[in-house]
């Protein structure tokens, strides 16, 4: 089992900047990819951004350039540095790992509000 508590979301306004951090807890060995997604009301969850225990990341086309994953593996943590925040970022961030065998594991989720 794998444990997720995400931190970090908060209230900001129009161009500015958060640091999300997930810290993941349990049987660290079986992850593979950590990511995050994000989840507006009557949408449906999408992928943000992840990164591979090489470091390899990927990026929605909507962030790219503006969001930057970083994974410690040494503190279970995965961060999501996000600047240039727009409006359309609001949304609830949710932290993802998926292991070896595909599992998926989920955190609780962090509201992240852009104001205008």
């Known amino acids: 089992q794998v444990q997720l508590v995400e931190s970090g979301g908060a209230l900001v306004q129009v161009g500015g900047s958060l640091r999300l951090s997930c810290v993941a807890s349990?049987?660290?060995?079986?992850?593979?990819?950590m990511d995050w997604h994000r989840q507006v009301p009557g949408k449906q969850r999408e992928l943000v951004a992840l990164?591979?225990?090489?470091?390899?990341?990927n990026y929605a086309g909507s962030v790219k350039g503006r969001f930057t994953i970083s994974r410690d593996n040494a503190l279970n943590t995965v961060y999501l540095e996000m600047n240039s925040l727009k409006p359309e970022d609001t949304a609830v961030y949710y932290c993802?790992?998926?292991?070896?065998?595909?599992?998926?594991?989920w955190g609780q989720g962090t509201q992240v509000t852009v104001s205008s």
């Open positions: 993802h790992a998926m292991s070896f065998s595909r599992i998926n594991y």
């Open positions: 349990g049987s660290m060995l079986s992850i593979n990819t």
């Open positions: 990164v591979t225990p090489d470091g390899t990341t």
